[in-house]
């Protein structure tokens, strides 16, 4: 597998910087971020997102929808407008509950039309296509339907987003995703837990050295 790492300056936000990174994995089909949790949708979609729908691989609607490569069972697509599925061209995964630090997804036949959208409450943070998410894997937005393709979505420390948007702008093209993985903020009291531990690591320290 090959893996570049690509970090994208953030679009549509003016007067304020802000820090959202991506990288992407040729080849991998799960996340490997320490901690995440990732929803395959084996129940079917989740109750934080809108749009899209659920599709089963590897059958699918000629000229429609394509499973990413691999997928067998359950995974999510968004548009077109068509007779089986009316949801429209956006598929908003909700997050303001609990807010993210880290966001993945499996995509497959990465193509110009594929955009997905980061926001934190109303604003927007970031903007990518599938350009962006090829290139960061070492490959080519065709529309090759053999390809897949890892997407890591990552905020800075001083960071946080909670709302992710899948995009696809032709009306007969669809957006397809599955095992999306999730990192959320850190509560408080972990914060405090973790000061806690360095201060009595560096308290530590200091005794050591003062019985040379």
């Known amino acids: 597998m090959k893996k570049l790492a690509l970090a994208i300056a953030l679009t549509g936000i003016v007067g304020q910087a802000h820090a959202i990174s991506i990288d992407a994995t040729l080849g991998q089909s799960f996340s490997t971020e320490a901690g995440a949790i990732t929803e395959t949708f084996a129940g079917g979609l989740p109750g934080n997102y809108s749009g899209g729908m659920i599709r089963v691989g590897p059958g699918n609607p000629s000229g429609v929808s394509a499973a990413p490569p691999g997928i067998t069972d359950n995974y999510y697509s968004v548009g077109p407008n068509n007779p089986d599925n009316a949801t429209g061209l956006v598929g908003t995964a909700n997050f303001s509950a609990t807010p993210l ?3 993945g997804f499996y995509m497959g036949s990465p193509d110009t039309y ?59 093209n669809a957006f397809e995703t599955d095992n999306h993985a999730v990192v959320a903020v850190p509560e408080p009291s972990t914060y405090a837990m973790m000061g806690f531990g360095l201060a009595l690591f560096g308290l530590a320290g200091r005794r050591r050295l003062g019985k040379k």
């Open 101 to 103: 630090k880290y966001f």
């Open 114 to 172: 594929n955009v997905v959208e980061v926001y934190n409450g109303a604003s927007l943070l970031a903007t990518y296509t599938g350009i962006d998410f090829a290139a960061a894997a070492g490959t080519i937005a065709n529309g090759n339907q053999g390809v897949g393709l890892f997407v890591n979505i990552r905020a800075s420390a001083s960071e946080q987003f909670d709302i992710v948007k899948f995009i696809t702008n032709p009306s007969i």
